[in-house]
Every structure is written in C-alpha cells, then in structure tokens.
Nanobody, 124 residues
C-alpha cells in the first residue's frame, strides 16, 4: 500500500506560480511511476503530467506543456509539480497518483493509488 498526501495548493493570480508537492509513505516510492491529474468543476478528471521512477522521462498534457514541470526526489519520497504562467482555466483540484509500472500512462485507471487532492484557484 502507498499513501499519498498533496500540498501546496492555493489562490494565485493569473500569470503567477505555485509548486505542488506529493509525499508518499508505505511501500518503496521509487518503484512507482507517478502522475498528476486535475479535475475542474463539472469536468472529468484529466491527465496533467507524469514521470517515470528514475525521473528520466516525463510526459505532459498539451495544455500545460512549457508551463508546468514535474519532478521527483526519491530520497524524500516526494513528487513535485511546478506550475508557472498560470491561467484561470488551470483552476481545479489537483491529484497525484502512483502506479506500479515502469511507464507513464495518461489514463487514470492505470493508477492504483491516489491522494486526496489539493485545490488550485487562479483568479483573472
């Protein structure tokens, strides 16, 4: 079992930045590929970014490419999502997720463990 806890959400003006963190406990963190997803009100949960266990490969949704950066520190059991040039349409609850596998998957059903989510609100 893996427990995930997100932090770092909040209210920010358009054009600003936030860094989300997701800290894992339980089984060895480095075995897992990690992903960030988000869900805006009235919309389906969508993939934002993913990273393999080594940190050597990342994938981003087109909507955040060039603005968001995912990274991980296996020694701290933590994955990060640095968000820059935020837009009002980035407003959502952001979730981190873990999957036992080597590859990044964009489908949420591929992920076995989920955090409780952290709210990000971007004002215009």
């Amino acid at each position: 079992q893996v427990q995930l806890v997100e932090s770092g959400g909040g209210l920010v003006q358009a054009g600003g930045s936030l860094r989300l963190s997701c800290t894992a406990s339980g089984r060895t963190f480095s075995w897992y590929a990690m992903g960030w997803f988000r869900q805006a009100p009235g919309k389906d949960r969508e993939f934002v970014a993913g990273i393999v266990w080594s940190g050597g490969s990342t994938v981003y949704a087109d909507s955040v490419k060039g603005r968001f950066t995912i990274s991980r520190d296996n020694a701290k059991n933590t994955v990060y999502l640095q968000m820059s040039t935020l837009k009002p349409e980035d407003t959502a609850v952001y979730y981190c997720a873990a999957r036992t596998g080597m590859s990044i998957q964009i489908g949420q059903t591929a992920y076995e463990y989920w955090g409780q989510g952290t709210q990000v609100t971007v004002s215009s």
